[in-house]
């Protein structure tokens, strides 16, 4: 079955800057969606089609995507961004979605 | 106000059954396609099927841990969506979510989960 793999974790520090990869083969073919999720509640959309901002998300989330990988980079990190974060796509028929292992990023 | 409120979650013993509602509000659940999604308690998230809007004939797609034992439904007329689940596992036990599309794209909505146990 098709797998999106993340780093299990990411730390940094105030004020730099926290950048999560996601890696799987049908990334060149299907968009990619990133996930913020924060103890006992629901995940959040954070960005859509590889590299767009819903409204209400801060301008320091954006994404990017490159080949097989796409990057999720939050600059100036702040407290509050301190969170689990999945990626998500479908595999390359478009017909089963998946979601990342998810990466925990701590904010030094 | 967008809303989606699952329903329906207990404890149910290994080889039972249980059914699982997802009501919307606040959009139009006709035109929407409805996701299930769980997660295990310290695990990450699941994908576990979905089931597409009439005008695509209303097709559903699983993922491979519960083909054949889970079967999503809608009921338009009731802005419901269903997620019964058969044959449960003690590895079934997680919250569930359902989420679906409404303002852009991706999951922009959730709701805000139904825990299911599988125990004995």
């Known amino acids: 079955s098709y797998e999106l793999t993340q780093p299990p974790s990411v730390s940094v520090s105030p004020g730099q800057t926290a950048r999560i990869t996601c890696s799987g083969d049908?990334?060149?073919?299907?968009?990619a969606y990133w996930y913020q999720q924060k103890p006992g509640q629901a995940p959040v959309l954070v960005i859509y089609?590889?590299?767009e901002r819903p409204s209400g998300i801060p301008e320091r989330f954006s994404g990017s995507s490159s080949g097989t990988t796409v990057t999720l980079t939050i600059s100036g990190v702040q407290a509050e961004d301190e969170a689990d974060y999945y990626c998500?796509?479908?595999?390359?028929?478009?017909?089963?979605?998946?979601f990342g292992t998810g990466t925990k990023v701590t904010v030094l | 106000e967008v809303q989606l409120v699952e329903s329906g979650g207990g404890l149910v013993q290994p080889g039972g059954s249980l059914k699982l509602s997802c009501a919307a509000s606040?959009?139009?659940?006709?035109?929407?396609?409805m996701h299930w999604v769980r997660q295990a308690s310290g695990k990450g998230l699941e994908w576990v099927g979905r089931?597409?809007?009439?005008?695509?004939?209303?097709?559903?797609a699983y993922a491979a841990s519960v083909k054949g034992r889970f079967t999503i439904s809608r009921d338009d007329s009731k802005n419901t969506a269903y997620l019964q689940m058969n044959s449960l596992k003690t590895e079934d036990t997680a919250v569930y979510y359902c989420?679906?599309?409404?303002?852009?794209?991706?999951?922009?909505?959730w709701g805000q989960g139904t825990t299911v146990t599988v125990s004995s």
């Open positions: 989420t679906t599309t409404v303002q852009i794209s991706g999951m922009d909505v």
């Open positions: 606040g959009f139009t659940f006709s035109g929407s396609a």
């Open positions: 089931i597409r809007s009439k005008a695509n004939s209303y097709a559903t």
């Open positions: 049908a990334l060149p073919k299907q968009y």
């Open positions: 089609k590889d590299s």
């Open positions: 998500q796509s479908a595999d390359s028929s478009g017909t089963y979605e998946v």
